[in-house]
């Protein structure tokens, strides 16, 4: 149980387009969802948090107009990074939590912007 | 603000040799767990071991096991018998009874020597 996926694996865009991210919690109804960042040899860095319904609260330093997360189901979160660019290419990580304090990591997403 | 220090970038282990892993936390809160993470050349995150804060036993799960000193904020991780699908970088992380957020150490890298 507690399965938690994340499509695509991996990504390759252009800079300057938009590329989404989806996050599903597969077994369970996750009423937060979290989304990280981790760069090469470094730990994770978490970028925000949403709630099913609500707006995603954003860590200092993260754009929210450039990293656009959506929380619209219990089971779905999505991140957006618009008008990407190289400096945006890293490895994105959500996890996703039914309400306790055990989070369920994802499988993670490597973004490449060329 | 609550910290957590892993003070060794890197550490090896002979196989089936016994290797601790350190961690330090800094909080002022009564009510917390820890948790150390295994992140595989995968990447994906894996729960290792968790231990709640009221606890006063130290959690096992197999051959992994912690040493968890209230006082000292300290929370070890001792691997036994250490085998070569061991190699991963650990992650260990905190979250507070009254927050949402994990916080992570830097991660040690482990690596196993045949």
């Known amino acids: 149980g507690a399965v938690v996926s994340q499509h695509p694996s991996r990504v390759i865009c252009k800079s300057g387009t938009s590329v989404k991210i989806e996050c599903r919690s597969l077994?369970?109804?996750?009423?937060?969802m979290f989304w990280y960042r981790q760069f090469p040899k470094q730990s994770l860095m978490l970028m925000a948090t949403?709630?099913?319904?609500?707006?995603?609260?954003?860590e200092q330093g993260v754009e929210k107009d450039k990293f656009l997360i959506n929380h619209a189901s219990l089971t779905l979160s999505t991140l957006t990074v618009t008008s990407a660019h190289p400096e945006d290419s890293s490895f994105y990580i959500c996890?996703?939590?039914?309400?306790?304090?055990?989070?369920?990591f994802g499988p993670g997403t490597r973004l490449t912007v060329t | 603000a609550q910290t957590v220090t892993q003070s060794q970038p890197e550490m090896s282990v002979q196989e089936a040799e016994t290797v601790t892993l350190s961690c330090t936390y800094d909080?002022?809160?009564?009510?917390?767990?820890l948790f150390w993470y295994k992140q595989p050349p995968s990447r994906q995150m894996i729960l290792v071991i968790r231990?709640?804060?009221?606890?006063?036993q130290n959690a096992t799960e197999n051959r992994f096991s912690v040493n968890f000193q209230k006082a000292a904020k300290s929370f070890s991780l001792k691997i036994s018998d250490s085998q070569l699908g061991d190699a991963a970088m650990y992650f260990c992380?905190?979250?507070?009874?009254?927050?949402?957020?994990?916080?992570f150490g830097k991660g040690t890298k482990l690596s196993v020597k045949p």
């Open positions: 996890s996703a939590s039914a309400g306790s304090y055990e989070q369920y």
């Open positions: 077994d369970f109804q996750a009423t937060t």
């Open positions: 949403s709630n099913e319904g609500s707006k995603a609260t954003y």
């Open positions: 909080t002022s809160e009564s009510d917390y767990y």
């Open positions: 231990q709640e804060a009221y606890k006063q």
């Open positions: 992380a905190y979250i507070g009874g009254s927050q949402g957020n994990l916080i």
